[in-house]
C-alpha cells in the first residue's frame, strides 16, 4: 500500500539549533517527493520537492531535504532553526505516472524553543 | 512562484445554510484545481479534482451533492457546501495546477468553516 509515515507528530528544538524532521515513505513506483509548510490557520507553501537528479535537494528558507532510496526517506533538515520556522511541517509523494493524487504524512508539528 | 487566492478565509454559518468558497489563481491560468479538507491534527483529504469546463471528479466518500464545484473558468473554481451541518466545520484548502499536474500544484490560503 502506499503510505507516507511522518514518525514524530511534534518536535520542539531550541532557536538556533539543527533540526531533522523525518519522513518515510512506502510507493510502487518512481516518487516525486515534496515538503510543505502550514503556518497556523494558513495554507500550504512549498518548500522543497525532488523530482531526479541530485538526491541532495535545497528549497526555501533554508531547508534542505535528502531522498535517500534505500532507506524510502526524504529527511528535512536545516541547520539553525529561527522561532518563526515554527508550524507545521507535511512530506507528501506523488508520481509522474498519476495526475491528480498526491500521498499525504500526518505532519509533524514543530515548536521553536527561545 | 505563482498566487492563489482563496476567500473568505474564515465563515461562520447557520446550520441548514449553504456556503460558497472561491478558489482564484491570479496569474497563471489553472488547468486543474484541487480541493482538499483538514480535520484538526491531521493531515489534507482529497475531496475532489476539477478541470475547468468539466464536471468534477470526486474521491470516495464525499457527497457530491453536498460539495457542489464549479470550475466555470481557468482561473476561478468555487466549493459550495450546502446544507451545511455542524460536522462539516473544517479548513478546506484549494490548490490549482498550471498544467493539469498535481505535482505542480499550488495552494490557497484555506478557508476556515464554521457551522453554528
Known amino acids: 500500500a502506499q503510505s507516507v509515515t511522518q514518525p514524530d507528530i511534534h518536535i520542539t528544538v531550541s532557536e538556533g539549533a539543527s533540526l531533522e524532521l523525518r519522513c518515510n515513505y512506502s510507493?510502487?513506483?518512481?516518487?516525486?517527493l515534496f515538503w510543505y509548510v502550514q503556518s497556523p490557520g494558513q495554507g500550504l507553501q512549498l518548500l522543497l520537492k525532488?523530482?531526479?537528479?541530485d538526491t541532495l535537494v535545497q528549497g526555501i528558507k533554508g531547508f534542505e531535504a535528502e531522498f535517500k532510496r534505500s532507506q524510502s526517506s526524504f529527511n528535512l533538515r536545516k541547520p539553525s532553526v529561527h522561532w518563526s520556522d515554527a508550524a507545521e511541517y507535511f512530506c507528501?509523494?506523488?508520481?509522474?505516472?498519476?495526475?491528480?493524487?498526491?500521498?499525504w504524512g500526518a505532519g509533524t508539528k514543530l515548536i521553536i524553543k527561545p | 512562484g505563482a498566487v492563489v487566492s482563496q476567500h473568505p478565509s474564515r465563515v461562520i454559518c447557520k446550520s441548514g445554510t449553504s456556503v460558497k468558497i472561491e478558489c482564484r489563481s491570479l496569474?497563471?491560468?489553472?488547468?486543474?484545481m484541487f480541493w482538499y479538507r483538514q480535520f484538526p491534527k491531521q493531515s489534507l483529504m482529497l475531496m475532489a479534482t476539477?478541470?475547468?469546463?468539466?464536471?468534477?471528479?470526486?474521491e470516495q466518500g464525499v457527497e457530491k451533492d453536498k460539495f457542489l464545484i464549479n470550475h466555470a473558468s481557468l482561473t476561478l473554481s468555487t466549493l459550495t457546501v450546502t446544507s451545511a451541518h455542524p460536522e462539516d466545520s473544517s479548513f478546506y484548502i484549494c490548490?490549482?495546477?498550471?498544467?493539469?499536474?498535481?505535482?505542480?500544484?499550488?495552494f490557497g490560503q484555506g478557508t476556515r468553516l464554521t457551522v453554528v
Open positions: 507528501a509523494v506523488g508520481s509522474p505516472d498519476s495526475n491528480y493524487q498526491l500521498i
Open positions: 525532488y523530482f531526479s537528479g
Open positions: 496569474d497563471f491560468q489553472a488547468t486543474t
Open positions: 476539477s478541470n475547468e469546463g468539466s464536471k468534477a471528479t470526486y
Open positions: 490548490s490549482a495546477s498550471p498544467g493539469g499536474r498535481v505535482t505542480e500544484a499550488f
Open positions: 510507493y510502487g513506483a518512481t516518487p516525486y
